[in-house]
């Protein structure tokens, strides 16, 4: 360090130029407590209605129409959710003939509790997105009957593990038609109304850590090669479609702690203890943890991006 460089206690004695000095105290003095609590919990307040903090206005999803396939259980009915938390009419398309159906899902529970409480809605259609031809009669008739598509979430795909010298061709059309084909005919039927109806939109597929990296100790070589075949079909997307105003992102996500991560641990117990600390925040994420990626991603918050990949991995892939 230089000798004419002024050390912290230097600046710290010189006065601050160009402030004015404080006013002297009038009155009594009150000696100051020479300790106090930070970051101390705050005293829990019913707040009425008219006092109770509101959200940016960017993130209200009032009076939009939302699409979101795989939306009958799983992350992608957790995305549904928040998005009718923000006011959003919510669609979910799904393979399942029907959700009430699954021990797995609570989607009957959100959708009484989208008309109760939320004075919104939330509707099932029964598909599979590798039906294009349903796929789009679907997409339009959501649009026919709002009068506008504001949003997709296409969260619909599958995971299969298996090493690459034991893959045939046909495992790797099926993870490939459900992830790659499927999320972009998807996306292709909602842009289609969007573009029809002249209206700008927003889309979001589900991507996944695993199209950034090569998950270590696990061997999914198709699964990897689908996600990140989304992250490249979000940029070509996004810059086709952006002169329609419409916009295309992907969503990435580490390892989640759903009934299917659950179930794998029964086969490989030790991933239970090594995964989470592959991360740097050692621990797992859960569904809740992108609710807000999926509302900040269909909204206004989000303007002005496009063709982007939301990574959230806990740092995973920092490393």
């Known amino acids: 360090m230089s000798r004419l460089t002024p050390t912290i206690k230097q600046l710290a004695r010189q006065p601050l130029v160009g402030l ?55 992350l992608g009915l957790v995305q549904a959710e928040a998005l009718l938390e923000a006011g959003a009419t919510v669609h979910c398309i799904d393979r399942l003939p ?41 997409m339009e008739g959501i649009a026919d009957q709002a009068g506008r598509l504001d949003g997709l979430i296409a969260a619909a795909g599958i995971n299969h593990e298996m090493p690459a010298l034991e893959y045939t061709s046909e495992e790797v059309d099926r993870m490939m038609g459900i992830n790659v084909t499927g999320v972009f005919m998807t996306a292709q039927a909602a842009a289609r109304q969007m573009v029809r109806l002249k209206q700008k939109g927003s889309i979001c597929l589900i991507a996944s850590m695993s199209g950034t990296i090569a998950n270590r100790g696990m061997y999914a070589p198709a699964y990897n090669a689908s996600k990140a075949a989304v992250i490249q079909l979000c940029r070509s997307l996004a810059a086709e479609w952006g002169e329609h105003g419409i916009r295309v992102n992907t969503l990435s996500p580490g390892y989640i702690l759903t009934q299917m991560l659950q179930n794998l641990f029964d086969d490989y117990p030790e991933r239970r203890e090594v995964w989470p600390k592959e991360n740097m925040l050692n621990r797992f994420s859960l569904p809740s943890e992108y609710r807000g990626a999926a509302v900040f991603l269909l909204s206004e918050a989000s303007s002005f991006m496009t063709g982007s990949d939301l990574r959230i991995d806990g740092g995973h892939a920092a490393w």
């Open 98 to 138: 029907s959700p009430a159906n699954d021990p797995t899902s609570n989607f009957s529970e959100i959708s009484e509790r989208a008309r109760r409480e939320l004075d919104t809605s939330i509707t099932y259609h029964q598909t599979d997105v590798r039906n294009v031809e349903e796929l789009n009669k679907i």
């Open 20 to 74: 004015p000095a404080a006013a002297p105290a009038v009155g009594r003095c009150h000696s100051v407590p020479r300790s106090r609590t930070l970051h101390a919990t705050p005293v829990q307040q019913n707040l009425s209605p008219a006092t109770r903090p509101h959200l940016l206005p960017e993130f209200s999803l009032k009076d939009k129409v939302i699409v979101v396939s795989g939306g009958a259980r799983g």
